[in-house]
């Protein structure tokens, strides 16, 4: 499912590629996650991926070591989402 022409230099870059991806749909486990950064030739530290993994956009439930993360909302390309010209503020 990720993108084979992108790579990540750090494990918050690698969840982003992820996240574009829409890995993060369905609940995924850490194991899981891990898998999948692993198919892209991508092995980070378990503090790396714990860090990466609190600041991404991702809920997160279960308890200690069987966490489980899926996503607050889905990725949209810059561009997408922007409120229409007559709602802008700016030049009249």
Known sequence: MASKLRFAKSA?????????DKYFRTWKK??????EFA???NHFSDAAFGMALKRANLVRRGKRRSHEYIQKY???PKGDGEAP????????
């Open 74 to 76: 889905p990725f949209m």
């Open 30 to 35: 850490m194991d899981a996650i891990v898998g």
């Open 12 to 20: 918050t870059e690698g969840l982003k590629i992820l996240w574009e």
């Open 85 to 92: 010209a007559a709602k802008k503020g700016g030049n009249k």
């Open 39 to 41: 198919k892209l030739e």
